[in-house]
Antibody, heavy 118, light 110 residues
């Protein structure tokens, strides 16, 4: 079964850091672009970042550029999101997502919740 | 990176058809056939319903039809069913290889 399982969410104070992980299984992880997408409570989906299969090329949304870093370990079938200088605006459910061969985001994890609050 | 524009809400009765629009620009929706649509029932993760403007993944009913004209993409759902009630989001890749989502549309089945 194709599956993505996020972990690492939690409660953090403004200015703090958090590292999210996403364990992939059931497919050849090293062949796919991977994304992080977030959703604040009661709000819409917002794209955060994506990374190409080899882990060299990355892209970021304007709201997280310079603060978040996406990376991957293909040997461990794991995607990461290092989040620094967190603000209350970063409070959201964070989804790990696989990009299919045709630009559709075809596999979504169940998400991990990040709460930034003092 | 401006979000794509969707209507906040649409509604229809069972058996009817509804169309959700998704407006972008000539730098994203208008240039590339990379528009996708996602269904998100309350409390669940999104699900891919349409990719590359009009293609359906395996298992998605043919009641869901995607199309595009100029800078606007559309998702038409025919033969509305109660189970279709959800939030719907469009997305596309931009010319700078980032991803843009629409603000989401809440579909209510009356």
């Amino acid at each position: 079964e194709v599956q993505l399982v996020e972990s690492g969410g939690g409660f953090v104070q403004p200015g703090g850091s958090l590292r999210l992980s996403c364990a992939a299984s059931g497919f050849t992880f090293s062949s796919f672009w991977m994304h992080w997408v977030r959703q604040a409570p009661g709000k819409g989906l917002v794209w955060v970042s994506h990374i190409e299969p080899a882990g060299v090329t990355t892209y970021y949304g304007d709201s997280v550029k310079g603060r978040f870093t996406i990376s991957r370990d293909n040997a461990k079938n794991t995607l990461y999101l290092q989040m620094n200088s967190l603000t209350t605006e970063d409070t959201a459910m964070y989804y790990c997502v696989r990009a299919g061969v045709s630009y559709g985001l075809d596999v979504w994890g169940q998400g991990t919740t990040v709460i930034v609050s003092s | 990176q401006s979000a794509l524009t969707q209507p906040p809400s649409v509604s229809g009765s069972p058996g009817q058809s509804v169309t959700i629009s998704c407006s972008g620009t000539s730098s994203d929706v208008g240039t590339y056939d990379r528009v996708s649509w996602y269904q998100q029932p309350p409390g669940t993760a999104p699900k891919l319903m349409v990719y590359e403007v009009s293609n359906r993944p395996s298992g998605v009913p043919d009641r869901f039809f995607g199309s595009k004209s100029g800078n606007t993409a559309s998702l038409t759902i025919s033969g509305l069913q109660a189970e279709d009630e959800a939030d719907y989001y469009c997305a596309t890749y931009s010319s700078s290889s980032t991803v843009l989502f629409g603000g989401g549309t809440k579909l209510t089945v009356l």
